[in-house]
């Protein structure tokens, strides 16, 4: 399956520890975006991201979160001193070209518990 | 800015009866129009795009759209429901006008009852 894969598909985290999300996106696919979805609402567009290169990062918080596609290796969504209300599930997506029109290909997701 | 209106947080049809999900958009130049369906702990499954060309769009499982440039509209609509097209369903745009993100609409719950 050569589909966009995220691991791990739940992360458990205590309050103040970091949560690494990682993001495989499809082959011949450089284009990354990460969306956050809390329960019973939709997408929000997080970050989009280049071959290491951040495009838009207009929806991700200025402090404790962060996002990088490197060269070699998956894309990583950082979360630093994790909160309570950061619980959420959190959706890579991947697309071949600029996403105009190109549909982007979701992985099912992390679901991120804060306890 | 662009946006994307789905107005209805659910939608409840009978199966076997023709259903719609309703969206409409705003957006500066050209849209780029897309659905896409979403079933429980899933990531988002890509339906159907307009990009230009014919208003009348067929996507996966049976699902079309219909463009209408002068209501800024993007409905979804399946002849038949089925109780398997029960899902969160999500409406999305973009525009050709330079880089811009997709954006998603809030989804439209379709409950299928058998």
């Known amino acids: 399956n050569a589909g966009v894969m995220q691991n791990p598909r739940h992360l458990v985290r205590r309050r103040g520890q970091e949560a690494r999300l990682r993001c495989s996106p499809m082959k011949g696919h450089s284009h990354v975006y990460w969306y956050r979805q809390l329960p019973e609402e939709g997408l929000k567009f997080m970050v989009y991201l280049q071959k290491e290169n951040i495009i838009d990062e207009s929806g991700m918080p200025k402090e404790r979160f962060s996002a990088e596609f490197p060269k070699e290796g998956p894309s990583i969504l950082r979360i630093q001193q994790v909160v309570r209300g950061d619980s959420a599930a959190y959706f890579c997506?991947?697309?071949?070209?600029?996403?105009?029109?190109?549909?982007?290909?979701f992985g099912d997701g992390t679901r991120l518990s804060i306890l | 800015a662009q946006s994307v209106a789905q107005p209805e947080d659910q939608v409840n049809v009978a199966e076997g009866n023709p259903l719609t999900v309703k969206c409409t958009y705003s957006v500066s130049g050209n849209p780029y129009l897309f659905w896409y369906v979403q079933y429980p702990n899933r990531g988002l499954q890509f339906l159907l795009k307009?990009?230009?060309?014919?208003?009348l769009v067929k996507g996966s499982y049976g699902f079309e759209a219909e463009f209408n440039k002068s209501q800024t509209s993007f409905h979804l609509k399946k002849p038949s429901a089925l109780v398997s097209d029960s899902a969160l369903y999500f409406c999305a745009v973009g525009h050709s006008g330079g880089y811009q993100k997709v954006t998603f609409g809030t989804g439209t719950k379709l409950q299928v009852i058998p």
């Open positions: 997506a991947s697309s071949s070209g600029q996403g105009r029109n190109q549909p982007q290909h």
């Open positions: 307009y990009i230009t060309g014919d208003n």
